[in-house]
């Protein structure tokens, strides 16, 4: 990103621009839990709305990974010993209350 009065260069970017109606989120499942999802299904994601409630939104996963991997240290499985998971993509609509690098929980 370019500052305030910082001279441009050919080849940077001066700015981002991105559609955020639509946000993808990454999450992590363990085998156990890769039979009971499949691509298409819709999902309930949890954001934090207040320290006592979660605001519900619906997702549907539009992509499973085929390779597992081993949990990234930013997940907090409530399976400590799993230690090894499947990447998953799930789209989000968003009214504005998804933020990049935001916290959530999936339901199924």
């Not at 989120?25 to 298409?40: E, M, N, V």
């Not at 998971?85 to 504005?96: C, E, L, R, S, T």
């Amino acid at each position: 990103m370019t500052e305030s009065s910082e001279m441009a260069i050919a080849g940077k970017a001066l700015y981002k621009i991105a559609d955020l109606s639509v946000m993808t989120l990454r999450a992590y499942f363990s085998g156990d839990q890769l039979p009971h999802i499949k691509i298409g299904q819709t999902v309930k994601v949890l954001i934090d709305e207040s320290k006592e409630s979660n605001r519900e939104l619906p997702g549907v996963i539009t992509w499973l990974s085929d390779q597992a991997e081993f949990t990234p240290k930013i997940v907090q499985t409530k399976e400590e010993r799993v230690n090894l998971v499947y990447a998953v993509k799930i789209q989000v609509q968003n009214d504005g209350a998804l933020k990049i690098g935001m916290p959530a929980e999936v339901n199924l």
